[in-house]
C-alpha cells in the first residue's frame, strides 16, 4: 500500500471527496450516493468547522517513482448540540472501494478524534457500527444519558466523551441531517 497522509481538506479537494462519497456508497439502484449531497451541504453553514473535514490522500501506488496523489478518503465533524450544550457530529465518512480494508477509515476517525481532543469538544456523536467504532472508545449512548435523535437507531448511536464534564440529553446533527 502506497503512503497516506491524512490532512485538512481544501476547497480544491471538494470535487474529489464527493467522487468518494459517490463511489463509496453508491446505491444498488443506481441513484446518487445522499452523502454526497450531505457532505456539500455540510459545508455551507454555521455548523461547519474547516479544520475538521479530512482528506486521506495517497501517494503514489507503492512503485518506486511512482508520485501520483490520489484523494481517497473523507471524514467531517460538523457541530451538534446535546441540549444546549456543542458537541460534534462525526460523518459522513467515506473511502473509495478500492481502498477499503486497508486502515485508512480507522486513520481518517483516529485523526478527527485527535482534531476534537485539541480543539478542546466535549464529546463526538455518530451512527455507525458498534464493531468499528467501538475500537475507538464509542460506546451506545444511552449507556451514558444520550438520546439518539431516532429512537430506532438503538445501539449504532454511538459516542465518546473527550472530557470528564458529563452531558445528557437528546443529541441534534447540524441541519442538513434533517433534510434527508
Known amino acids: 500500500m502506497a503512503d497516506v497522509e491524512i490532512r485538512p481538506e481544501t476547497p480544491a479537494d471538494h470535487d474529489a471527496v464527493r467522487a468518494v462519497h459517490l ?6 439502484d443506481g441513484s446518487p450516493a445522499i452523502e ?11 455548523w461547519f468547522l474547516p479544520e475538521l473535514s ?16 490520489s ?8 457541530r451538534a448540540h446535546v441540549g444546549d450544550t456543542e458537541v460534534l457530529g462525526l460523518g459522513p465518512i467515506g473511502v473509495a472501494p478500492g ?7 480507522s486513520a481518517l476517525v483516529t485523526a478527527a478524534i485527535d482534531v476534537a481532543r485539541a480543539r478542546g469538544e466535549r464529546l463526538i456523536g455518530l451512527l455507525g457500527d458498534p464493531g468499528f467504532y467501538g475500537r475507538f472508545g464509542f460506546v ?3 449507556t451514558v444519558g444520550i438520546d439518539a435523535p431516532e429512537p430506532a437507531w438503538g445501539v449504532h448511536f454511538q459516542v465518546l466523551a473527550l472530557t470528564d464534564a458529563p452531558v445528557t440529553g437528546t443529541f441534534r446533527y447540524a441541519a442538513p441531517f434533517d433534510e434527508l
Open 71 to 78: 484523494r481517497v478518503g473523507h471524514v467531517i465533524c460538523t
Open 36 to 46: 454526497a449531497g450531505l457532505t456539500d451541504r455540510l459545508r455551507t453553514g454555521p
Open 99 to 105: 481502498f477499503q480494508g486497508n486502515g485508512i477509515g
Open 54 to 69: 479530512l482528506v486521506a490522500v495517497v501517494t503514489g501506488d507503492g512503485r518506486p517513482g511512482d508520485h501520483r496523489r
Open 23 to 28: 463511489a463509496a456508497f453508491a446505491p444498488r
Open 140 to 142: 451506545d449512548s444511552r
